[in-house]
């Protein structure tokens, strides 16, 4: 792409009623034009109810793995989460642990699939999918996330890759040095699988705290192609305050980028 379109998402979508708040309030008076949805959380099914009264609202599908509640009974994933379905928030360990045991890869796929049925039962148009704290970098649950996904229209999915000269002005060069060739890995896998990826994204280096001065610094400086600015939103966080800013909405129009979602990128 040529010219800049632009995707900003909320993160958490259902996480809590603070969460599902703001996001109404930054759809319809900021700049928020997707959010992804986590499918076991106690704000879920109130989250669906507003995407319904949101049409404009691109809502995809935030696949949690990590410290967060699973869909199925947690009898059936006895590997995976405590006797409440909590996952760990042990992503390093549990990189391993899924591919040393067979039997955990199948509890893995199977929650995995439970996810994707839940939104699916929603009537939701899947926009995209990401992962609670991008665990779907990992190769086998990327794996899982494309095979499975076909099965349900997956058809766009973020590439949590940051420009190099955000993350060094966040301080988190070492860190986007590091995960490039995992990231130029996904991509390919992803193009290979037909699916919509974005060129650039903002958000990782500085998770939870992008305030009005961070956004209005991106939203200036926005590249050429597809990016996405992602933000976990609530009413008790900055990130509210920075979305619906009016110099933050100015400065969107000023860059002439087209916003919406990954499902606008795709030919009708």
Request: hydrophobic share 50%; charged share 20%; net charge positive.
């Amino acid at each position: 792409m040529s010219g800049r379109f632009l995707i900003v998402t909320a993160d958490d979508f259902g996480l809590n009623d603070a969460v599902n708040e703001a996001v109404r309030q930054a759809a319809l008076s900021g700049i928020l034009t997707a959010a992804s949805l986590m499918m076991g959380e106690r704000g879920t099914a109130a989250a669906v109810r507003l995407a319904e009264a949101l049409p404009q609202l691109r809502v995809g599908l935030h696949l949690v793995l990590v410290d967060g509640h699973c869909v199925l009974p947690p009898r059936l994933l006895p590997d995976l989460v405590d006797s409440r379905g909590r996952f760990a928030n042990a992503m390093v360990l549990n990189s391993f642990r899924f591919m040393a045991s067979k039997r955990i890869r199948a509890q893995l796929a199977a929650e995995i699939r439970a996810q994707f049925e839940a939104f699916a039962r929603t009537g939701l148009r899947l926009d995209h999918l990401n992962a609670h704290k991008h665990f779907h970098l990992h190769p086998l649950i990327l794996e899982l996330i494309l095979r499975i996904g076909a099965e349900f229209g997956l058809s766009a999915v973020r590439i949590p890759r940051e420009p190099f000269w955000y993350a060094r002005r966040a301080g988190a060069a070492v860190g986007a040095a590091f995960l490039l060739p995992w990231l130029k890995l996904m991509r390919a896998r992803l193009r290979a699988h037909g699916i919509t990826v974005n060129d650039h994204v903002f958000g990782v280096a500085v998770t939870g705290r992008l305030d009005t001065q961070q956004l209005l610094d991106i939203v200036t400086q926005l590249p050429a192609g597809v990016s996405e600015i992602y933000l976990h939103p609530s009413v008790h966080n900055s990130e509210l305050a920075a979305l619906v800013n009016p110099r933050v909405r100015a400065a969107v129009i000023a860059s002439l980028a087209v916003c919406g979602g990954y499902g606008d990128l795709r030919p009708n």
